[in-house]
């Protein structure tokens, strides 16, 4: 690669420490500094955070347990992209930045179907020489704040043998 190429920055996220609901404000940060360690304060952010409702996996006897054509999504489609929110941050004198968004539920949803959606934020990050970054990270949030799955194999079960599930 070119040297006028290369970057010279990078733009992380910082993991999440709480979990969020439907409904409560998502608290969003992270940083941006140099490959050598140095921050880069007084850059130009830009943020968009688009909702996306995730489709929902039900089972449906179709063609008896276990057939291939059993399984049916519901929802058929993912719901349409919808933008939550955008704007415009600096970066402060660490390289910190920090956003905050509403975690909105479509309104068209029916909540009784128990919705999850993907809230993508894409975040751009401008420095003094007009170098740009990006990082993106995808929230999934529903009206519980947990969700458990359990992977039951496609065979009945003896339970005169031992076996194992992953939960």
């Not at 930045?97 to 009784?112: G, V």
């Not at 894409?122 to 947990?146: M, N, P």
């Amino acid at each position: 690669v070119e040297e006028y190429k290369r970057p010279t920055f990078e733009v992380t996220v910082d993991t999440l420490k709480n979990s969020y609901k439907l409904g409560q404000i998502v608290r969003l940060s992270g940083r941006a500094k140099t490959f050598a360690g140095a921050v880069v304060d007084g850059a130009s952010v830009r943020y968009r955070v688009v909702r996306r409702q995730r489709p929902r996996w039900i089972w449906w006897d179709v063609d008896g347990p276990y057939a291939p054509s059993a399984w049916r999504v519901y929802p058929p489609m993912r719901g349409p992209e919808t933008e939550v929110t955008n704007g415009r941050l600096t970066t402060d004198a660490t390289g910190a930045f920090s956003m905050t968004f509403a975690a909105l539920p479509d309104s068209t949803t029916d909540r009784a179907l128990v919705p999850t959606f993907d809230f993508t934020v894409t975040i751009d990050v401008t420095d003094r020489t007009g170098e740009t970054r990006s990082a993106t990270q995808t929230l999934q949030i529903g009206y519980t704040a947990l969700t458990a799955t359990l992977n039951l194999p496609a065979q009945p079960i003896n339970r005169d043998q031992a076996f194992g599930l992953k939960v």
